[in-house]
């Protein structure tokens, strides 16, 4: 097996990350200077991360990379190519933010909503079973 099929994502200048730890878990940042082997600059000035230091296995790698920025950019040139590359959209769109505000959204229902989900489960389930059982009887 070779090494280009092994890895999709790479430590880069503009690689769009997912914070896993601290004050600002589960905002998106990019990345944009290389400290170390252990350690990159990032910075999300759209959802509000500020520029720090960041070891990499607190952060996760997304398939998106912002392709014109430039290595050690300001503030303002990261904002510019950030909103030019509609990076939170495409985020949004996406079927690992979809199941990670589903979760967001499963974990804040109270005891009475998780009560009305299990009625209308059972109320479906009822409803299958009956087409099934209507469709074996008939075959």
């Given at each position: 097996?070779?090494a280009?099929?092994?890895?999709?994502?790479?430590?880069?200048?503009?690689?769009?990350?997912l914070?896993?730890d601290?004050?600002?878990?589960?905002?998106?940042a990019?990345?944009?200077?290389?400290?170390?082997?252990?350690?990159?600059?990032?910075?999300?000035?759209s959802?509000?991360?500020?520029?720090?230091?960041?070891?990499?296995r607190?952060?996760?790698?997304?398939?998106?990379?912002?392709?014109k920025?430039p290595?050690?950019?300001?503030?303002?040139?990261?904002?510019?190519?950030?909103?030019?590359?509609?990076?939170?959209a495409?985020?949004?769109?996406?079927?690992w933010?979809q199941?990670?505000a589903?979760?967001?959204?499963?974990?804040?229902?109270?005891?009475?909503?998780r009560?009305?989900?299990?009625?209308?489960?059972?109320?479906?389930?009822?409803?299958?079973?009956?087409?099934?059982?209507?469709?074996?009887?008939?075959?």
């Open positions: 097996m070779s280009d099929t092994t890895f999709k994502r790479f430590v880069e200048v503009g690689r769009v990350v914070v896993n601290g004050p600002d878990a589960g905002k998106l990019t990345i944009v200077e290389i400290i170390d082997h252990n350690r990159a600059l990032i910075e999300g000035p959802t509000g991360v500020t520029r720090q230091s960041f070891t990499y607190r952060l996760v790698l997304t398939p998106y990379v912002l392709k920025l290595r050690a950019a300001g503030t303002t040139v990261v904002k510019k190519v950030w909103d030019a590359s509609d990076v939170e495409k985020w949004n769109k996406s079927a933010a199941k990670r589903a979760q967001q959204k499963r974990r804040n229902t109270s005891d009475f909503e009560f009305e989900v299990m009625l209308l489960k059972k109320q479906r389930r009822r409803l299958v079973q009956a087409a099934a059982a209507k469709a074996k009887k008939s075959a």
